[in-house]
């Protein structure tokens, strides 16, 4: 486990657990809506986040600080070299403190170590924290993608 110290209260992430679920799932929530996407209620989105943890490929991440989880990350395994970042997400008031950090540190260890040497993203374009972050922890953009509404 690894930890960061915040308000003089240390911040760890460790692997998710089951009883975590329901915390990934408000999370993934709050994350859908501020990302302006379908708006699930939290029961659907456990659906979907007890699948993907029930399933080898995927890895979760959370940093809990004292008894409460702020944040959450992960990725899916797409090949034996591959790995998909799924998107993050920091509660608003623990946010610039480097929990995203802490957890990206630690999914890259644990991906590593399966024999996993590149990691692809997506972000929106118009999602500057994001990018920001994404950059500031050495992603770079090798694709864009372009829409058209009509
Ligand atoms: C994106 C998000 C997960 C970042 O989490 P965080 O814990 O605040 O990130 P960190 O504190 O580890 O930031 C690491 C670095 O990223 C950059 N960064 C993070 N947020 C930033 C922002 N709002 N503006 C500019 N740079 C930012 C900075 O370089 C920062 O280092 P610094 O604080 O020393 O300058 C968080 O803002 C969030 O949950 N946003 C809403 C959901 C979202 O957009 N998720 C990404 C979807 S792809």
Redesign the pocket.
């Known amino acids: 486990m690894k930890a960061v110290e915040q308000n003089k209260d240390l911040v760890e992430v460790r692997l998710a657990t089951k009883n975590n679920l329901y915390r990934i799932a408000e999370m993934t929530r709050a ?1 859908t809506i ?2 302006g996407a379908f708006e699930w209620t939290v029961e659907n989105h456990l659906k979907h986040v007890t699948r993907r943890f029930l399933n080898p490929r995927y890895i979760h991440i959370v940093a809990v600080k004292g008894k409460e989880i702020i ?1 959450f ?1 992960g990725a899916e395994l797409k090949s034996t070299r591959t790995a998909y970042m799924m ?4 509660e ?1 008031q ?9 957890m ?1 540190a630690m999914l890259i260890e644990t991906l590593k170590k399966k024999g996993i040497n590149k990691i692809d ?4 374009s118009n ?4 990018k ?6 050495g992603y770079k953009t090798i694709k864009e993608v372009m829409r058209k509404q009509i």
């Open positions: 994350l501020h990302l944040g990350t998107k993050g997400y920091v608003p623990h946010r610039r403190k480097g929990v995203m950090c802490l990206e993203l997506r972000v929106d999602n500057k924290e994001g920001n972050t994404w950059v500031a922890l």
